[in-house]
């Protein structure tokens, strides 16, 4: 039986939450191990992610593009992440936590990695945000499972871009 690839997307934006530091369900295994026919690559996080909250895992297909998966809040105990990420993000068009350049730092490794193969971003909630925001910054496509909103802060971002545009050398 064959499963939707959303649904499979859905899957890979959840195994996120149970990789690493933090994991919801231990002895799941890391490189190398395998969901469906999506095997763990071996790509660090960058440094400080813990400390900042930031967690993805990349996969490789058996066939097909290789696939980010961005981790999304996962302490809700912790009212500060929800306050200073997840609602600046939403509502008050703040692009400039520390998680979107994690999130692009960690992209770069795995593209770097994987020698600019075709790539797939998923994540779920504030991972959906980042996974987004990357896909936008980057032309790669994505599946977003339940993401908080981040067009505002998209919006805020591609205007502070175009302010220093003239200034990084890019042609217009």
Known sequence: MTISSDLFMSILSLDAYNRGYGA??????GTGSEIGNATILDV??????QAEGFYAVAYTLSSGPTIISYRGTDEWNQLSELVFIDLATSYFQT?????????KQFFDAVDAANG???MLLTGHSLGGALAGITAALTGTASVLVDNIGFNNA????AQVYNQFRPYLGFST
């Open 154 to 157: 998209l919006e805020e971002f």
């Open 95 to 103: 692009w400039s936590q520390p998680q979107f350049a994690l999130a």
């Open 116 to 118: 600019n193969a075709p």
């Open 44 to 49: 660090d996080i960058p440094t400080n992610s």
């Open 24 to 29: 919801g369900i231990s002895g799941l295994g």
